[in-house]
């Protein structure tokens, strides 16, 4: 029984993605305050609906945990949406489908009397226990189930895939049959060479870098040939980042787009079902594992608050820690912010680190600019659009910093407090052009981010000056050199020359009038970390004294992506670690379970 219900809840998430919520249907309804939850992109969501003359009268959302930003606009109108409408057959919003999904589906529960539990009652003996289901996870769950294992999967959040609903497609590996299908001869032993020459020797972990040159490949040809995913047009690409002479990097439908990952996670989630329904996996969904079981130098389970389960093997694949303010500070900051999904909050860096785990690389991160910093700090609401004609960057004493048309995160760091303030004046305002992006949907932009938007951000005094004057500014700012700047930076625009860092004439615009306006801004990480947990060839943990603690196996970007490359970020590693550590720690738990 417990089986098929987990088996109608996998169905019920395919259905949220696919945008098929069931609605109230437009009848007297029962006066009275109800409660319901619903699931949303990676959280439960809360809400109370009052219904008052037999109509739905407010919608309010008690609590949730989606990603700042992406979600709000869900928030924002799909409860008026509802109450509008008298019903919940109301569109969702676009970009935060499964969050207004969730809002949907939790009024409906809400006013029909549906609650949601999660069971922990284990219905199989499991083999191998997966921490988390992001693509690592579910790759380990793939491949352990084709060993004949039983595989329990414990996920924190409501719904399987982490990051990689939002990732693009690309995944890099060397002597896979794509790379031969266009002609390109590679060979594990000249992958390593590259990251070698490129990534710096001694920077890297030699033991895993080789493993992972070695497996990698015959990763991508599982995802091809065995787990069927769609590569599109099988074409190489040089990768973004540090491009490598040689072509590793192919995409999944053949696209770097965010969610063209999901051609990853839809046939993974598909092997999940069918194990449930075989009876070989079972999914605990809002189950956090707290703690690592270990028994001298072997790891025998987990536990979940108070329950604990115990398997011959566990695999740690909680992702990154791009959603954790602490250990992102790890590599310098002393401001960053973040818009990457509340999962990947390095959970399991820190369970890692209870059982004697040792962190490396952690120095090294990929991160953006230009984050704009709110008053409630490290979630990112916006994102300056850095191509505004005439904008400069000045650092805390109002000196400019470079040419801000090529701007890299670099220009941020060794600046106190991690900060630079974009600094524009109103005759550059284009009322056309958002002056504030999204900082999840690429370059698409929200509506009213341009003039209203600086101004309502100024009023509430959230990461925004506005001063008539540019000495009142400067003053505003404490920026002593700010005046200054811009009167030498003017002076170059009328002489059409940058003297001081070579921007192209075509780029700047003189400072004409006021008001004048200084933006806040940051460095911020999306949803990829560098830094990782240390492990042995084989991918388990390996303490600071060099022991080993088997059974216990890492998977995916908690590995770090830095502990294979070094001081270089190459495209597709991300999905190259979930793929090739993934199937390792499979292997792994069926040679201990002797399957």
């Not at 219900?5 to 109800?34: C, I, K, N, Q």
């Not at 920077?203 to 040809?221: M, S, V």
């Not at 191509?387 to 805390?396: K, T």
């Amino acid at each position: 029984m417990r089986t098929s219900r987990v088996f109608l809840s996998l169905l019920l998430v395919l259905a949220l993605v696919v945008g098929m919520v069931p609605a109230v249907a437009e009848t007297a309804l029962t006066d009275g305050t109800y409660t319901g939850t619903g699931k949303g992109m990676h959280s439960n969501i809360a809400v109370t609906v009052t219904v008052e003359g037999g109509a739905i009268t407010s919608v309010t959302v008690d609590s949730q945990d989606e990603t700042p930003g992406v979600s709000d606009p869900a928030f924002e109108q799909i409860p008026a949406a509802i109450v509008a409408a008298g019903n919940t057959d109301v569109d969702a919003v676009a970009g935060a489908t499964l969050t207004s999904n969730g809002i949907i589906e939790a009024v409906n529960n809400a006013l029909n009397g549906t609650t949601e539990e999660t069971s922990t009652e284990l219905t199989i003996e499991p083999d191998m226990i997966v921490v988390g289901s992001g693509m690592a996870g579910l790759v380990a769950t793939a491949r352990g189930v084709e060993l004949g294992l039983n595989v329990l999967v414990l996920e924190q959040s409501v719904r399987t895939g982490g990051c990689i609903h939002y990732a693009g497609g690309t995944v890099s590996g060397a002597g896979f049959k794509i790379q031969k299908e266009n002609g390109v001869e590679d060979t594990p032993e000249a992958f390593y060479a590259d990251i070698e020459a490129l990534g710096g020797e001694g920077e890297f972990n030699e033991a895993l870098a080789k493993r992972h040159t070695e497996e990698a490949g015959a990763a991508i040809d599982w995802l091809d040939e065995d787990l069927g995913v769609d590569f599109g047009d099988r074409s190489l690409v040089g990768g973004a980042y540090t491009a490598m002479q040689t072509l590793r990097v192919t995409r999944a439908l053949g696209s770097y787009s965010m969610g063209a990952a999901n051609a990853y996670l839809d046939p993974l989630n598909e092997r999940l079902e069918q194990a449930i329904a075989d009876g070989k996996a079972q999914i605990m969904y809002n189950t956090k594992v707290t703690e690592l079981l270990v028994e001298g130098d072997k790891c025998v389970g987990v536990k979940a608050g108070d329950l604990e389960f115990r398997a011959p093997s566990v695999v740690l694949a909680t992702g990154g820690y791009s959603y954790n303010e602490d250990l992102l500070k790890m590599a310098g900051f002393e401001n960053v912010i973040s818009c990457a999904p509340s999962t990947s909050n390095g959970s399991g860096f820190l369970l890692a680190q209870a059982v004697g785990g040792v962190f490396d690389n952690m120095d090294e991160i990929v991160n953006y600019y230009g984050g704009g910093i709110p008053t409630n700090g490290f979630d990112m609401y916006y994102q300056v659009n850095n191509s505004y004609p005439g904008m400069i960057y000045v650092n805390a004493q109002g000196d400019r910093v470079g040419a801000e048309e090529s701007a890299t995160s670099a220009m941020w760091y060794g600046q106190e407090e991690s900060k630079l303030y974009a600094v524009i004046s109103s005759n550059m305002i284009d009322k056309e052009q958002a002056f504030i992006k999204h900082p999840m949907m690429n370059s698409a932009v929200l509506e009213n981010n341009g003039w209203d938007k600086l101004e309502e951000l100024a009023a509430e005094g959230n990461c925004v000056y506005k001063a008539d004057t540019l000495e009142e500014l400067a003053e505003m700012i404490g920026a002593e050199n700010l005046t200054a700047t811009v009167e030498a930076y003017n002076k170059d625009v009328a002489a059409g020359e940058d003297t001081a860092f070579g921007r192209s004439p075509e780029s700047m615009v003189a400072f004409e009038e006021g008001p004048y306006y200084a933006v806040v801004t940051v460095p911020y990480v999306w949803s990829g970390t560098s830094g990782g947990v240390r492990a042995n060839e084989d991918g388990y943990l390996q303490r600071e004294d060099g022991s080993v603690i088997t059974g216990l196996s890492l998977a995916g970007e908690i590995l770090g992506p830095s502990n294979i490359l070094g001081k270089i970020n190459f495209g597709g590693i991300n999905h190259s670690m979930c793929a090739t550590w993934g199937i390792i720690a499979a292997e792994n738990a069926a040679e201990l379970a002797g399957k």
